[in-house]
C-alpha cells in the first residue's frame, strides 16, 4: 500500500493479490503491524496501566520523534546510502533553535525555521562531499561518519555541553498539546509521514530516489541528475533530522546538546524493520512508522515489565537482526517460488 | 573527482611516504613550537595513547582486509575489559587468566560476527550494526553497568611500567603490528584475506575458503579490538563499559591515513602504526594549545574526510593505472 519500488519486476504483492487483506498482511509492514498488535495485546494483559490514557500519551510523543528520525534516515536508505550523522544533525539543530531562542532571545517563529535550515546546511555539506567523493555505499559511510564527528563538535563547542533552559512557553507547547487527548506530535509526524508517502508514489524527485538506490548506473544512464538527487536527498534528511530535534526540544522543555546521540540504532532499526531495503531503491514509509512504533512499544513494555532498562539496547539489536533475518529468510523463499515455477 | 585528483595526486603516488612524512614534520613542528611537547612526561604519556590507537587501527584494518566494516569494535573493546575486570575483581581469578579470558570473548564476539555475515547472508553493516546494540547492550545489562576500579595491582603496572624508557603498552602494540605484518604480507592466509577483499567470487573460484576467512577476520578484530580494551582498562585502572566508545572514528582513520584502501584487498601494517600516530599527535597537539576540549570532535571528523579524501584519490590512481 504505502510501499513504493522503482523495480518493475518487483513482486507486485499490493496489486495482484485476491484480497487487499491478504496483500496487507504479505507486505512488511503488515507484519510489523502484527507484531505490535500481539506485542501490544500481551502487554495490555499482563500490566496494569498500559493501556491507559496517560501512557499512550507518553508513547505517541515517543515514537512520534523517533519515528520522524526513522523517516529521515530511510530517505538516505532508499537511495542506496546512509547516513551516520542524523544524530549529530538533530543535536546541532536542536542547540541551534534553543540557542535562537534563549540567547538572542527571538521568538519560535524565527527559530524553528533557524533550526530547520541548520540541518538543510548540514544535509547539503554531506550531500557535496558525497558527491564530491564518488557516490557509493562507502562514500556515504565514511563521510557521514565523519561529518557527524564534526557536527557534534561545532554542538559541544557553542554549548560546551550546557542545555539552553529558557525557551519560551509558546515553544514547549508544540510538546505538550494535545488535540482530544491526541498528542499534536503525533499529527504533526503523521503529516509529515503522509506528505513523504506522496512524494514517493507521485513526484519525480520521489522515483528519481529510488532509481538512484535501486540501480545507478541504470538510472545515470535514464537521465537521472545523480548528484543534485543526492544533494537533495541528503538536504530533506537534515530538515527532517533537524525536525525530529525540534518536536523533542519542544517536548523536552530545554535544548539538551546530547539530543541524537542514541539515534544511529533506531533511525536505521525502524526503517529496516518496516521493510525499507538496505540495498536501496524500496521504501516504506508506513513500515518507517510502524518500525518506530514496535520499538517504543518495546521500551515502555520493558518498563512494565520491571525488566531492567538495561536490556533495551540488547534487545534493539536483537529485533534487528530477527527483523531483517525473516525478511531474508522470505526472500530467499520467495527466490525459490519462482524458480520453480519458472 | 578531477580536482582532487590533481590535488591529492602526489600523496597518492607516495602512498605510506605521505603520512610519514606528515608525522616526521608534524612532530619537528610540536617540538618547535609548543611548549610542553617535547618533554619526557609527554612523550611517554603520548606512546601510551599512540599504542593503544594503533592497536584500535589494526583491530578495524583486520576486516577492512576484506573490505567489511566493524562498527561493534568499541563494544567488543569494553565486552574484553569488562570481562577480565569483573573476573579479577568480583572473582578473584589471577590476572594472566583473566586477560585471556577477556581476549577470548572478545574473539568469540568477534567470530559471531563473521559467522552471522557468513551464514545468513544479511548485510554486514546492519550485522555489525545490530551486534554493536546487543553486545554493548548485553554486557551493560550483565553487569549493571558497574565500574571496575579495584584490580590487581599487577594488571594496573601493565599500563604504566616501561622497559628501558619505552613503555610496555608500546612494545606490545609493535609486536602486534609485527605479527599482523608477518601474516598478511608473508602468509598464505594473508594472500587469501587480500584476495578475498579484492574480488570475493574470484577468490572463491580460486578455491580460497572465503567463508573461513571472513569468519578469521572478524574473529580477529574481535580480538585486537579486546586487547585493546584490556590494556586501556590497565592504563587507566578502571574497566568500565564506556571504553570503546569514542573508538570508531580513529578506527577508520587510522588505517586510512596509512594506506589501506576501504574497499578492500589492500592493507598497511605500518602505515596504520603511522597513521594512528599522526591521529594521537593531532590530538595531543589540540590538548597542549589549550584547545577546548569540545572541539577536538570536529578535528577528529575533519582528518577523517581528508583521509577518506586522499583513499579515493588513491584508489581512482590505482583504477586508471590498469
Known amino acids: ?342 | 573527482m578531477g580536482i582532487v585528483r590533481k590535488t591529492f595526486g602526489n600523496v597518492a603516488r607516495s602512498d605510506i611516504a605521505g603520512v610519514v612524512s606528515a608525522v616526521v614534520v608534524f612532530s619537528l613542528f610540536l617540538a618547535v613550537t609548543t611548549a610542553g611537547f617535547a618533554t619526557l612526561f609527554n612523550l611517554d604519556s603520548l606512546s601510551r595513547t599512540i599504542a593503544i590507537t594503533t592497536i584500535v587501527g589494526f583491530a578495524q584494518l583486520s576486516v577492512l582486509s576484506i573490505g567489511h566494516f566493524n562498527l561493534a569494535l568499541g563494544p567488543m573493546g569494553a565486552l574484553g575489559a569488562v570481562c577480565a575486570g569483573a573476573l579479577m575483581e568480583d572473582f578473584g581469578v589471577p590476572v594472566v587468566l583473566s586477560i585471556l579470558a577477556g581476549i577470548l570473548l572478545g574473539t568469540l564476539a568477534g567470530a559471531v560476527q563473521g559467522g552471522l555475515i557468513v551464514k545468513t547472508g544479511i548485510n554486514p553493516f546492519v550485522i555489525t550494526l545490530s551486534l554493536y546494540s546487543v553486545y554493548l547492550g548485553g554486557v551493560t545489562a550483565v553487569t549493571k553497568a558497574k565500574f571496575y576500579s579495584h584490580m590487581p595491582q599487577a594488571f594496573n603496572n601493565i599500563g604504566i611500567v616501561s622497559v628501558l624508557d619505552v613503555p610496555l603498552l608500546f612494545i606490545v602494540a609493535l609486536a602486534i603490528g609485527i605479527v599482523l605484518w608477518i601474516l598478511t604480507a608473508r602468509t598464505a592466509f594473508g594472500r587469501q584475506l587480500l584476495a578475498t577483499g579484492a574480488n570475493p567470487a574470484a577468490a572463491q573460484f580460486s578455491g580460497i575458503p572465503t567463508q573461513r576467512v571472513i569468519v578469521t577476520a572478524h574473529a580477529a578484530s574481535g580480538c585486537l579490538a579486546a586487547a585493546a580494551g584490556i590494556l586501556l582498562a590497565s592504563r587507566l585502572g578502571s574497566a568500565q563499559i564506556s571504553i570503546g566508545n569514542d573508538w570508531m572514528l580513529v578506527s577508520f582513520a587510522a588505517p586510512v591515513l596509512g594506506g589501506t584502501i576501504l574497499s578492500g584487498g589492500k592493507v598497511s601494517v605500518i602505515g596504520t602504526i603511522f597513521g594512528a600516530v599522526l591521529m594521537s599527535l593531532i590530538t595531543n597537539a589540540l590538548v597542549l594549545t589549550g584547545v577546548s576540549y569540545f572541539w577536538f570532535q570536529s578535528f577528529l571528523g575533519a582528518i577523517l574526510l581528508a583521509a577518506f579524501a586522499i583513499d579515493r584519490a588513491r584508489l581512482a590512481y590505482i583504477r586508471g593505472m590498469k
Open chain 1, 1 to 342: 500500500m504505502m510501499d513504493s519500488t522503482a523495480e518493475r519486476g518487483a513482486p507486485k504483492r499490493s496489486f495482484a493479490s485476491a484480497s487487499n487483506l491478504e496483500s496487507i498482511l504479505q507486505s512488511s509492514s503488515g507484519g510489523v503491524l502484527l507484531a505490535v498488535a500481539i506485542l501490544g495485546i500481551i502487554l495490555g494483559l499482563t500490566t496494569k496501566d498500559f493501556f491507559s490514557a496517560v501512557n499512550f500519551v507518553v508513547l505517541a510523543r515517543s515514537f512520534s520523534v523517533m519515528a520522524v528520525v526513522g523517516l529521515a534516515q530511510m530517505i538516505i536508505i532508499g537511495t542506496g546510502g546512509m547516513n551516520l550523522s542524523v544524530g549529530a544533525i538533530g543535536g546541532l539543530a536542536g542547540v541551534a533553535t534553543g540557542g535562537v531562542m534563549d540567547a538572542l532571545g527571538y521568538s519560535p517563529a524565527l527559530a524553528i525555521p533557524a533550526g530547520l535550515c541548520v540541518g538543510a546546511l548540514c544535509g547539503l555539506v554531506n550531500g557535496w562531499l558525497i558527491t564530491r567523493l564518488g557516490v557509493s555505499g562507502v562514500t556515504s559511510f565514511l563521510v557521514t561518519l565523519a561529518s557527524g564527528s564534526v557536527f557534534t563538535g561545532i554542538n559541544l563547542g557553542i554549548t560546551r555541553a550546557n542545555p539552553f533552559y529558557n525557551l519560551p512557553a509558546d515553544f514547549r507547547l508544540i510538546g505538550s498539546l494535545k488535540i482530544a487527548g491526541i498528542p499534536l506530535l503525533l499529527f504533526l509526524m503523521l503529516g509529515l509521514a503522509l506528505a513523504l508517502a506522496l512524494m514517493f508514489r507521485y513526484l519525480g524527485l520521489g522515483r528519481q530516489l529510488l532509481a538512484l538506490g535501486g540501480n545507478i548506473t541504470a538510472a545515470e544512464l535514464s537521465g537521472v541528475p545523480i548528484n543534485r538527487v543526492v544533494i537533495t536527498s541528503h538536504v530533506l534528511c537534515g530538515v527532517l533530522a533537524a525536525f525530529a530535534a525540534i518536536l523533542l526540544t519542544s517536548r523536552l522543555g530545554s535544548a539538551q546538546p546530547d539530543v541524537g546521540k542514541d539515534w544511529l540504532l533506531p533511525s536505521f532499526a525502524a526503517p529496516i524493520i518496516g521493510g525499507t531495503s538496505l540495498a536501496g531503491g524500496k521504501v516504506s514509509v508506513a513500515g518507517a512508522v510502524l518500525g518506530a512504533i514496535l520499538l517504543a512499544v518495546i521500551s515502555n513494555g520493558l518498563v512494565f515489565l520491571s525488566i531492567d532498562v538495561y536490556w533495551n539496547q540488547f534487545i534493539q539489536g536483537i529485533i534487528i537482526l530477527a527483523a531483517v533475518g525473516l525478511d531474508r529468510v522470505r526472500t530467499i523463499s520467495a527466490e525459490r517460488l519462482e524458480r520453480r515455477q519458472a
